[in-house]
């Protein structure tokens, strides 16, 4: 027996809800809330990620809740670009995850205040996007739901990834992946969207729509939508429908607002590729030694990108 305040105990001891107070809501998902908390012993602040067994199952997002899980579980806490799973635990009815808690919110929420970012705002926040990206690629996980809304910024306005509920972990070499059939595929994954799309379709790659196939360049490609939504405000394929918006991927149908700066354009232009083996980055022997190279970056220091620049 252990004695109930050994060190032994507390360390191996399982959360449960009724360590934390639970706050406000701070997230809300088709099939999960997400929970400011406080753990009542430590005071540390979390976001409790809070799913009800029975939509899961009704819902038929067992599977997405368990790869979210072990990406989580494989991202660990060795890249300060995204939240962190600090333990799980459920009761009768609920799971819950515990992550970090990120204090300032969507980097959504923060373009639509500014309009838009300025270059040095654009620029900053897109090497901290491509540093994390090198992280998470070399995990062989490709994200394939970056967006605004699943970029959170912490205390000190570092940008923390969330949502990983469509996460796919690449188990081969092979950098594409064909995925018909399979449920946990981004065939299943656009089956899916098409049926019970709340969020927007607005990010998804060309090969996602038309041969149900995702890859690590597919993120490069929501990187591409991100950037120019950053500078100018705007995302690059709007229109009335999902299916309207579809249609102006597939044909590459966007436009730059007028003055926009000229080393960005290019930049996004080369993200912006139907071929997903054509954009920057793609084929990239170590990643991604050509989107650091790109001349929008002359100036950035990867070693040390220092602190995120005023937002304006
Ligand atoms: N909303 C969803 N997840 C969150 C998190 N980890 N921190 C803050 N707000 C969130």
Known sequence: MTPPNSVESQEVR??????????????????????????IQTNKEFAIKVLEKI????????????????????????SQYFVHLYSTFQDIERLYFVLTYAKNGELLKYINLHSKFNLECTGYYTAELVLALEYLHSKKIVHRDLKPENI????NFHILITDFGS??????ETNQTVTNGDSSSSSGELRRRRHSF?????????????????????DLWA????????????????????Y????????L??????????????????????????????????RYTSIRGHDFFVGTNWDDLGPPPKLS
């Not at 990187?223 to 999902?242: D, H, K, R, T």
């Open 14 to 39: 399982k959360k449960t809800p009724l360590d934390f107070i639970f706050g406000k809501v701070i997230g809300e998902g088709s099939f999960s809330t997400v929970y400011l908390a406080k753990d």
């Open 152 to 155: 959170l910024f912490d205390h």
């Open 55 to 78: 939509h899961v199952i009704r819902e038929k997002k067992t599977e997405y809740v368990m790869r979210e899980k072990e990406v989580l579980r494989i991202l660990g806490n060795s």
């Open 167 to 172: 996460a796919k972990i690449e188990n081969n």
């Open 244 to 251: 309207l918006i579809f249609q102006k991927i597939l044909a």
């Open 198 to 218: 709340v969020g927007t379709a607005q990010f998804v790659s060309p090969e996602m729509l038309q041969e149900s196939k995702s890859s690590y360049s597919s």
């Open 223 to 242: 990187l591409g939508c991100i950037v120019y939504q950053m500078a100018s405000g705007q995302m690059p394929f709007v229109g009335g429908s999902e």
């Open 253 to 286: 149908e966007y436009n730059f607002p007028t003055c926009f700066d000229s080393k960005l354009k290019d930049f996004i232009e080369k993200l912006l590729v139907l071929d997903p083996e054509m954009r920057l980055g793609a084929t990239d022997e170590i």
